[in-house]
C-alpha cells in the first residue's frame, strides 16, 4: 500500500494551495482519511479528516480557512488551503485507515513541505 501526496510549495501568505494524497495497492476499502502537520521542533498534529461518508472534522486553527474533500472512486484525499498563513509552514502528511490485500489499518503518506512566506 501507498499514500502519495502532492501540491505543497512556498506560497506568500494569503495565498491557496490544494494538496492531494492518493492511496494504491489492492486497496479494498478506505474508511476514515486525514490530513495531519508537523512543524519543526513541533509534534505531528491533527488537521483535518474525513469519514467515507463525508463527515468532516477540522483543528480550530484552520477551520473556515481549509477544506478536505476525498473521491472514494479515486482512493483520493485532497487539502484545499485558503488564506495561508505563515504559521500553517510544516511538513503535511495524510493517512488513511484501509483495508488491502496486505494490511488492515493506518498507513501515512511521505509528506509534502507546505512553506507560507510573510
Known amino acids: 500500500v501507498q499514500l502519495q501526496a502532492s501540491g505543497g510549495g512556498l506560497v506568500q501568505a494569503g495565498g491557496s494551495l490544494r494538496l492531494s494524497c492518493a492511496a494504491s495497492?489492492?486497496?479494498?476499502?478506505?474508511?476514515?482519511m486525514g490530513w495531519y502537520r508537523q512543524a519543526p521542533g513541533k509534534q505531528r498534529e491533527l488537521v483535518a479528516t474525513?469519514?467515507?461518508?463525508?463527515?468532516?472534522n477540522y483543528a480550530g486553527a484552520v477551520k473556515g480557512r481549509f477544506t478536505i474533500s476525498r473521491d472514494n472512486d479515486k482512493n483520493t484525499v485532497y487539502l484545499q488551503m485558503n488564506s495561508l498563513k505563515p504559521e500553517d509552514t510544516a511538513v503535511y502528511y495524510c493517512?488513511?485507515?484501509?483495508?488491502?490485500?496486505?494490511?488492515?489499518?493506518?498507513?501515512w503518506g511521505q509528506g509534502t513541505l507546505v512553506t507560507v512566506s510573510s
Open positions: 493517512n488513511a485507515n484501509l483495508i488491502s490485500g496486505y494490511s488492515v489499518g493506518y498507513h
Open positions: 495497492g489492492n486497496i479494498f476499502s478506505i474508511d476514515d
Open positions: 474525513i469519514s467515507s461518508s463525508g463527515s468532516t
